[in-house]
């Protein structure tokens, strides 16, 4: 009895979406071949595989067997089922010329006077491979140059199915845009780790993907590795596109601070730890530049040979084998981490130093809360009075800009009209000359509107937030986590040194006013008269100096004199 291989085929690439599944060709097979049901079949093959080049292993056992002299059919759908490349192909031909195989499908048995025929089919499916990739590249050039990006969009994001293939963007999910914009915000502050953040995630807000999943540990790198989010993509080639049309969910700027964090990229590569310090991460510096980083030590002291030893490793004395005490000994210590000078022989501070010493810079930019009142109050009526020089300002330079944009179409006009045809009216190089001189008046009107409204509210904003951190950062301080304390510090503190145990920092603005105001309040020389005094006296002279916090007021008004008196000059102009 003659003896049958049943071949089935199913590519796992696009180009075959189309072409029938491996199930619907075992029943279109069954159905169509006369007699299927009692034709000795030795082996029945089914691979999942694209036959675009060769290599498939399932296809080159039934080759091998047929070479042996198993079987004499091969029983399949079609012939592109067998191959699309030349060398499968001539191998398939090869058996049916030299060794007498038979192929039989729905439509046609195929033997050796068949040689010519099979050779066009095989020809034809390869051509259609080569076909569909240059359509393809073409298709994705296309949506690449219109800075679609042709991914399926990660968390956050979804493919916009309404439109055609093709046209199809990437828009933002507002129900987890926000959500995961607030994931890379914890990210950011180097206090969290990415299985942490992912817990928060999920377990504090509910996030979930759009198919009610939850994101996976290994997720939630990837999404933190993804470039997209900073409105480019790139393609497996490794290359990376910046024309992305959706929008972004970060800055370029942010993406390389979670770069490094994440220990990744970067000049200075530093790794979240497992444990959590208050000032670790880099936010203080030695004097050497190496960071300083913390470490924590458990002893207990052995009652025998009074070795001091790890009492996290050793649950026994490892000189003597004693049972280790119940009483264990905590230590922190923050020291220089070495890593720009291997000999930095700065000792270590612990913990109690650096609060204390963070303490004391707190309590000199207290101010009395009396004087915060009044502070905000005026400097609520002050800015009241320059929304109307704000307003008369933008009504000048609007009727600038409009005045500058009619020139410019009054111009155009002129230019194109039937009585200039001879350049009567305007020659062309009087009308660029013109042209140019009223473009650049409008753009810098553009940008005196732009800046104005750019700053509008901002100095007010920033003075109610200061004041309100000076009231309560000291509190917070000494009753706040580690992670509370991290921020309240990196909110004033600029350029953190440790040097000898001792902290120097620079103060960001406006806190080098603060505490220079609060010092004044402060002054032993005027305890003997009334506290109102006093507070008039420090009101006088905060708003008397050339405040960085909301800008000199002479710059508003003119006519407003100089400070008299003993007004200290600015010490602090870091940003």
């Not at 303490?359 to 915060?372: A, K, N, R, V, Y």
């Not at 920033?462 to 921020?487: D, H, I, P, Q």
């Amino acid at each position: 009895m003659e003896k049958y291989i049943f071949y089935k085929r199913k590519s796992d690439d696009s180009e075959d979406r189309q072409i029938l599944s491996i199930s619907s060709q075992d029943r279109v097979v069954r159905e169509s071949v006369t007699g299927f049901s009692g034709l000795s079949v030795i082996c029945n093959y089914e691979e999942s595989q694209s036959a675009k080049r060769p290599g498939r292993p399932k296809f080159n056992e039934m080759c091998e067997r047929l070479e042996r002299g198993e079987a004499k059919y091969i029983i399949c759908w079609q012939l592109n089922r067998l191959a699309r490349n030349p060398p499968d192909g001539g191998r398939i031909i090869w058996l049916v010329q030299n060794y007498g195989i038979k192929i039989i499908t729905p439509s046609k048995t195929y033997d050796s006077n068949d040689i010519l025929l099979m050779w066009v089919e095989f020809a034809m499916s390869n051509q259609f491979i080569i076909d569909l990739r240059k359509n393809t590249m073409r298709g994705l050039g296309d949506k690449l140059n219109s800075g679609i990006a042709p991914i399926l969009a990660p968390i956050g994001y979804y493919n916009d199915t309404t439109k055609k293939q093709g046209l199809r963007d990437i828009l933002c999910d507002e129900q987890r845009f926000p959500l995961v914009r607030k994931m890379w915000d914890l990210l950011l502050t180097g206090n969290y780790a990415p299985p942490r953040i992912l817990n928060i995630a999920t377990n504090e807000w509910g996030l979930r993907q759009r198919n009610g999943r939850p994101l996976s540990r290994s997720k939630i790198y990837e999404l933190f590795r993804n470039i997209f989010y900073t409105g480019k993509f790139y393609l497996y080639s490794g290359k990376i596109y910046d024309n992305g049309v959706h929008k972004p969910m970060i800055t370029p700027e942010e993406y390389e601070k979670a770069q490094k964090i994440l220990g990744r990229r970067g000049t200075f590569k530093f790794r979240l730890s497992e444990h959590t310090f208050a000032f670790n991460n880099s936010i203080i510096s030695c004097t050497c530049g190496s960071s300083i980083t913390a470490h924590e030590r458990y002893r207990k002291v052995c009652p025998q040979c009074h070795l001091k030893y790890n009492s996290v490793v050793n649950e026994k004395c490892p000189k003597c084998g004693a049972l280790a005490p119940t009483k264990t000994s905590y230590f922190c210590y923050y020291h220089c981490s070495r890593k720009k000078d291997p000999d930095c022989k700065q000792p270590a501070a612990t913990p109690k130093d650096l609060n204390e010493q963070f303490d004391q810079i707190i309590s000199l930019l207290t101010l009395p809360e009396e004087f915060i009142d009044w502070a905000l109050a005026k400097l609520r009526k002050a800015h009241s009075e320059e929304i109307k020089y704000r307003n008369t300002i933008n009504i000048s330079v609007q009727a600038n800009f409009n005045t500058a944009t009619k020139k410019l179409d009054n111009l155009l006009s002129k230019y194109l009209s039937e009585v200039n045809k001879n350049g009567e009216l305007i020659s062309d190089e009087e009308y660029k000359r013109q042209k140019v001189l009223l473009l650049d008046e409008k753009k810098k009107a553009e940008e005196i509107l732009k800046g104005y409204s750019n700053q509008q509210d901002n100095w007010l904003n920033t003075a109610e937030k200061s004041f309100n951190f000076v009231l309560t950062a000291r509190e917070k301080y000494k009753n706040g986590t580690k992670e509370e304390k991290r921020e309240i510090v990196t909110s004033f503190g600029l350029n953190l040194i440790l040097d000898n145990k001792i902290l120097r920092l620079d103060l960001k603005k406006p806190f080098g006013k603060i505490q220079e105001a609060s010092k004044r309040l402060q002054n032993p020389s005027d305890k003997i008269e009334p506290t109102k005094r006093i507070v008039r006296e420090g009101q006088t002279y905060y708003f008397d100096s050339a405040n960085p916090l909301w800008g000199d007021r002479r710059e508003l008004n003119p006519q407003h004199s100089p400070p008299q008196g003993d007004a200290l000059p600015l010490s602090y102009d870091h940003q």
